[in-house]
């Protein structure tokens, strides 16, 4: 059973004071949430849903759903965190002090915002933040895995979308012979 949500607004209006930092494809959303979940060492991995028919972004450790006005850093740390939160501190409120802890720590680890000043300006806005436990540091190995990954799958999108071209070749021949 989770905690009652009772800083809710007061995150939302303070997250909107932040930038909403670089608009990203949905492959650099993926990337993106699944850096997020690296950067504590979690090996889960959500999936990532365009958010085609929704206007609403969520998160939680399965899947993070992101309509086309969530693509932006601010927003799809938000929603990796939420999934972060759940699998560090279970039943801990949707918006409380562990997941604002865990939502500043992705955004100075990836550079948005305030700098160092993120905490001061949440408590502030009156936000509880609690001790959640720092990104961990980032090695040199797993930087390269990531990029070694992220180069294999580009590597199959395009095998993915060349074969998807001979296909529609292909049909397109049957249809007019």
């Known amino acids: 059973m989770r ?15 932040v930038p909403e930092g670089e608009r990203l494809s949905l492959d650099a959303c993926r990337e993106l ?3 997020a979940y690296e950067a504590y ?14 206007t609403v972004a969520r998160g939680d450790t399965t ?14 740390l938000h929603e990796a965190a939420h999934g972060v939160t759940i699998l560090l501190s279970p039943g801990s409120a949707w ?7 865990v939502l500043i720590n992705l955004w100075e680890r990836f550079k948005l915002g305030h700098g160092p000043d993120l905490r001061r300006s949440a408590r502030t806005a009156k936000l509880k933040v609690s001790q959640a436990p720092a990104c961990k540091a980032s090695s040199r190995t797993a930087t390269k895995r990531l990029a070694a990954a992220v180069a294999r799958r580009n590597a199959l999108w395009q095998q993915l979308r060349e074969a998807e ?13």
């Open 3 to 17: 905690t009652r949500d009772t800083q809710r607004s007061k995150l939302y209006a303070w997250e909107a004071t």
């Open 33 to 35: 949430v699944h850096a």
């Open 41 to 54: 060492g979690l090996s889960a991995r959500p999936m990532i849903r365009d958010g085609r028919g929704t």
């Open 63 to 76: 899947w993070v759903n992101l309509p086309v006005w969530a693509r932006c850093q601010r927003t799809v």
């Open 95 to 101: 918006h409380g002090p562990e997941f604002t802890a």
């Open 165 to 177: 071209a001979e296909l529609v070749a292909a049909h397109a021949a049957v249809r007019g012979g």
